[in-house]
């Protein structure tokens, strides 16, 4: 059985100031398995973000619904452990009371909270910095910090939209690395939303391509890369085949998009 | 000069203090100089002399200790009353949607008109003081509070629900510590704004404070109590406002981190 079902979901937005409504997702159906890490990669605007939105519940769908263990979603919950791009960690507390504030909503006993957290720290590797500030810290380890957070709550499925968007191209790389193996080792349910080509296929098992505005899945490609993925992968020769192909699949939507503004 | 180039606090100290000595010598030179008559402007010495006069023989340090109390009475109740109704109206739509017309209306209603009528209710005792200093500021906090409450990030509330919180969760754990800071600069803000109201509340019918000194020197034509009086609440504002940001600070870390 699939881990999440989206059934037909789509979704309109309303038009804005009696202007027409907007399409931002046509209705859309996919199946994600069990320790499935799937990719969304798709041109800006295409619904990308509305998707995953929905599946964590802070948006809802005016089509079609999301089953995750084979119950409805319509609510937030910390089932759905989510990744923003924005940098959405609590200015006020440290990095180790971020990780656990999912614990702490939970009732975790405090040594136990303590514990995870230590865990967690050390796995994005951020030993050193559990008392610093937000403020304090650059944005690859905001990131760090928020995937810390979100994982520590040990969800059903990790979304995350673009969360590596901002950062430059090592600190990227880097992170890609890290959330990988970190996937390789717990063997997670993902959905990562990234425009990055290359991103998409280093980091899934599957890659889900969306069509320009209205979105809609336009195609839906397997990865066969061995794990554990080292970057040196990036420069294989099936790793070039699948970015040539998803390149070729992008431009069109690409040029699609832009034809319209 | 540059826009926006920051000052050596070395340098902000010594500029800060020279508008002061500025201030001062231009004074001097107005009263020693004879170009205003003393009836009108005492000079500095004689207000610093008067001023010692008052602590000495007329126990003024009386009348400050009941000025500051009817500040920080009124003020503290109305922060009680304010601050809890603020947050809700921010974080809950139909609570604002019920009190914020009435809030906005009241708040421009001036707390001194109001002293008339408080005297003919609560006599001319500290009740009448405190509710001059009450009603004049538990408006402004309700409104200011509900307003920062109400603009919390969104993508924090978002977060925070993902991450499990409930309803209340949200407003415990992310609306009400992201706007600590912002909260307690409104008090800061408003607390400056008391201080006018406990002035007035104190010229009219009063048997102490601050206020009642005033007009009483006004009938001895005593200018030089009547400045020192006003000097006395400037460095009270002064050092309460330096506590509040100090104390703002260390509540605070995260924001000034
Ligand atoms: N709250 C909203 N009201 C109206 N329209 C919206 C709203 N949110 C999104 N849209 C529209 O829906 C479409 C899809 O938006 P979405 O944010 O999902 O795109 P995206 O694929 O995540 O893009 P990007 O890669 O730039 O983040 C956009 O065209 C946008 O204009
Ligand atoms: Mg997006």
């Given at each position: 059985m699939s881990k999440l079902s989206i059934e037909g979901v789509g979704r309109v937005f309303p038009g804005v100031r009696g202007g027409k409504p907007v399409t931002a997702l046509q209705p859309t159906t996919l199946a994600v398995a069990p320790n499935d890490f799937i990719t969304v990669l798709g041109p800006s605007g295409c619904g990308k973000s509305t998707l995953l939105r929905i599946v964590a519940g802070l948006d809802h769908p005016t089509s079609g619904r999301v089953l995750l263990d084979g119950r409805a979603v319509t609510r937030p919950g910390p089932d759905r452990g989510m990744v923003f791009q924005?940098?959405?960690?609590?200015?006020?507390?440290t990095v180790a009371e971020n990780i656990a504030f999912g614990l702490e909503e939970k009732r975790v006993a405090r040594p136990e909270q303590a514990r995870i957290v230590a865990e967690y720290v050390e796995k994005v590797g951020l030993r050193g910095f559990e008392h610093h500030y937000p403020k304090q810290l650059s944005g690859g380890m905001q990131q760090r910090t928020a995937i810390a957070r979100a994982l520590a709550n040990d969800p059903e499925i990790l979304l995350l939209d673009e969360p590596f968007g901002a950062l430059d191209n090592q600190t990227r790389g880097l992170m890609q690395e890290l959330l990988l193996g970190i996937w390789e080792r717990e063997q997670k349910t993902v959905m990562f939303v990234t425009h990055d080509i290359e991103e998409a296929i280093f980091l899934a098992s599957r890659v889900i391509v969306m069509s320009a505005r209205?979105?809609?899945?336009?195609a839906d490609i397997k990865v066969d890369l061995p794990h554990p993925r080292h970057y040196t992968v990036k420069t294989s020769p099936e790793f070039s085949a699948l970015k040539a192909r998803l390149t070729e699949e992008i431009r069109v939507e690409a040029v699609l998009a832009a034809a319209e503004h | 000069m540059r826009p926006l180039e920051p000052v050596s606090p070395w340098l902000r100290i010594v500029l800060g203090i020279a508008f002061f000595v500025v201030f001062v010598a231009a004074w001097s030179f107005a009263t020693f100089g004879g170009f205003v008559s003393k009836t009108f402007l005492a000079d500095p010495l004689t207000m610093v002399n008067d001023g010692w006069t008052l602590i000495a023989k007329f126990g003024f340090m009386t009348d400050i200790g009941m000025t500051i109390w009817r500040v920080v009475g009124g003020f503290v109740l109305a922060a009680l009353v304010a601050v809890p109704l603020g947050i809700l109206m921010g974080a809950y739509k139909p609570v604002e949607a019920f009190f914020e017309p009435f809030v906005s209306f009241a708040r421009y209603l001036p707390a001194s008109a109001f002293i008339p009528l408080l005297i003919l209710w609560a006599g001319i005792g500290e009740l009448q003081k405190l509710l001059v200093i009450f009603i004049g500021s538990v408006f402004q906090i309700v409104l200011m509070v509900a307003v920062a409450v109400g603009s919390t990030r969104r993508d924090l509330v978002e977060a925070a629900y993902t991450l499990g919180a409930r309803d209340a969760g949200i407003v415990r754990r992310v609306m009400m510590p992201a706007n600590a800071p912002e909260i307690a600069e409104i008090l800061r803000l408003v607390l400056g704004w008391a201080w006018t109201y406990v002035i007035v509340a104190e010229l009219i019918g009063s048997s102490s404070g601050i206020g009642h000194m005033i007009v009483d020197s006004q009938s001895l034509l005593a200018t030089g109590q009547i400045i020192f009086g006003i000097i006395v609440i400037g460095l009270i504002g002064l050092v309460s406002d330096f506590l509040f940001k100090a104390v703002n600070r260390t509540l605070f870390p995260w924001k000034f981190a």
């Amino acid at each position: 059985m699939s881990k999440l079902s989206i059934e037909g979901v789509g979704r309109v937005f309303p038009g804005v100031r009696g202007g027409k409504p907007v399409t931002a997702l046509q209705p859309t159906t996919l199946a994600v398995a069990p320790n499935d890490f799937i990719t969304v990669l798709g041109p800006s605007g295409c619904g990308k973000s509305t998707l995953l939105r929905i599946v964590a519940g802070l948006d809802h769908p005016t089509s079609g619904r999301v089953l995750l263990d084979g119950r409805a979603v319509t609510r937030p919950g910390p089932d759905r452990g989510m990744v923003f791009q924005s940098y959405t960690l609590f200015p006020w507390l440290t990095v180790a009371e971020n990780i656990a504030f999912g614990l702490e909503e939970k009732r975790v006993a405090r040594p136990e909270q303590a514990r995870i957290v230590a865990e967690y720290v050390e796995k994005v590797g951020l030993r050193g910095f559990e008392h610093h500030y937000p403020k304090q810290l650059s944005g690859g380890m905001q990131q760090r910090t928020a995937i810390a957070r979100a994982l520590a709550n040990d969800p059903e499925i990790l979304l995350l939209d673009e969360p590596f968007g901002a950062l430059d191209n090592q600190t990227r790389g880097l992170m890609q690395e890290l959330l990988l193996g970190i996937w390789e080792r717990e063997q997670k349910t993902v959905m990562f939303v990234t425009h990055d080509i290359e991103e998409a296929i280093f980091l899934a098992s599957r890659v889900i391509v969306m069509s320009a505005r209205p979105g809609r899945i336009k195609a839906d490609i397997k990865v066969d890369l061995p794990h554990p993925r080292h970057y040196t992968v990036k420069t294989s020769p099936e790793f070039s085949a699948l970015k040539a192909r998803l390149t070729e699949e992008i431009r069109v939507e690409a040029v699609l998009a832009a034809a319209e503004h | 000069m540059r826009p926006l180039e920051p000052v050596s606090p070395w340098l902000r100290i010594v500029l800060g203090i020279a508008f002061f000595v500025v201030f001062v010598a231009a004074w001097s030179f107005a009263t020693f100089g004879g170009f205003v008559s003393k009836t009108f402007l005492a000079d500095p010495l004689t207000m610093v002399n008067d001023g010692w006069t008052l602590i000495a023989k007329f126990g003024f340090m009386t009348d400050i200790g009941m000025t500051i109390w009817r500040v920080v009475g009124g003020f503290v109740l109305a922060a009680l009353v304010a601050v809890p109704l603020g947050i809700l109206m921010g974080a809950y739509k139909p609570v604002e949607a019920f009190f914020e017309p009435f809030v906005s209306f009241a708040r421009y209603l001036p707390a001194s008109a109001f002293i008339p009528l408080l005297i003919l209710w609560a006599g001319i005792g500290e009740l009448q003081k405190l509710l001059v200093i009450f009603i004049g500021s538990v408006f402004q906090i309700v409104l200011m509070v509900a307003v920062a409450v109400g603009s919390t990030r969104r993508d924090l509330v978002e977060a925070a629900y993902t991450l499990g919180a409930r309803d209340a969760g949200i407003v415990r754990r992310v609306m009400m510590p992201a706007n600590a800071p912002e909260i307690a600069e409104i008090l800061r803000l408003v607390l400056g704004w008391a201080w006018t109201y406990v002035i007035v509340a104190e010229l009219i019918g009063s048997s102490s404070g601050i206020g009642h000194m005033i007009v009483d020197s006004q009938s001895l034509l005593a200018t030089g109590q009547i400045i020192f009086g006003i000097i006395v609440i400037g460095l009270i504002g002064l050092v309460s406002d330096f506590l509040f940001k100090a104390v703002n600070r260390t509540l605070f870390p995260w924001k000034f981190a």
